[in-house]
T-cell receptor
Framework: AQSVTQPDIHITVSEGASLELRCNYS??????LFWYVQSPGQGLQLLLK??????LVQGIKGFEAEFKRSQSSFNLRKPSVHWSDAAEYFC?????????FGKGTRLHILP | EAQVTQNPRYLITVTGKKLTVTCSQN?????MSWYRQDPGLGLRQIYY???????DKGDVPEGYKVSRKEKRNFPLILESPSPNQTSLYFC?????????????FGPGTRLTVT
């Protein structure tokens, strides 16, 4: 089945530590890939997207993601997290004329 | 300000009582969509619309209806709500089909059906 997999339901990191959230996609030779963030009580906001070209994409709020075709992955990274990064993160991929979302990874930040 | 608005933000209702959740966008977007978000399941698409008078089923359309009579509005209708439709609902819009375009999300509507 065509799906987006986020293996980690919850991740906890200390403030100032680096972060990597994992995402694996399964559809298409040339996927369109997205990361969205959902802060508590809010709708989703786009962090970054990948369509083609440079496999390392930069997004807002200091996030970046790397597309690795060989691993079918699009992991999200941030070198140093801030308490305000505590949120739920969704990886998404195009499928025909829709977008399908992973089940999300909730990020907890320790002070 | 470019935005997607939803109303109401919170709704508690009883089984079988018809309800409508409104969604409006002011960005002249062609594509609009409804999602439901449930713990552990992420976002699942209910219905989408690629333009006025063009709607199509998403992954979980049962129990829902939509209409797109105007470009800016895309209401979600529950003709006979049931408890399994208790969820957090999001409306979203984008310039075109949601790849490569960014989707803009509304703030969500939390629905409880008792």
């Amino acid at each position: 089945a065509q799906s987006v997999t986020q293996p980690d339901i919850h991740i906890t990191v200390s403030e100032g530590a680096s972060l990597e959230l994992r995402c694996n996609y399964s559809y298409g030779a040339t996927p369109y890939l997205f990361w969205y963030v959902q802060s508590p009580g809010q709708g989703l906001q786009l962090l970054l997207k990948y369509f083609s070209g440079d496999t390392l994409v930069q997004g807002i709020k200091g996030f970046e993601a790397e597309f690795k075709r060989s691993q079918s992955s699009f992991n999200l990274r941030k070198p140093s997290v801030h308490w305000s990064d505590a949120a739920e993160y969704f990886c998404a991929q195009n499928r025909d004329d829709k977008i399908i979302f992973g089940k999300g990874t909730r990020l907890h930040i320790l002070p | 300000e470019a935005q997607v608005t939803q109303n109401p933000r919170y709704l508690i209702t009883v089984t079988g009582k018809k309800l409508t959740v409104t969604c409006s966008q002011n960005m002249n977007h062609e594509y609009m969509s409804w999602y439901r978000q449930d713990p552990g399941l992420g976002l699942r698409q209910i219905y989408y619309s690629m333009n006025v008078e063009v709607t199509d089923k998403g992954d979980v359309p049962e129990g829902y209806k939509v209409s797109r009579k105007e470009k800016r509005n895309f209401p979600l209708i529950l003709e006979s709500p049931s408890p399994n439709q208790t969820s957090l609902y999001f409306c979203a819009s984008s310039l075109g089909i949601p790849a490569p375009y960014e989707q803009y999300f509304g703030p969500g509507t939390r629905l409880t059906v008792t």
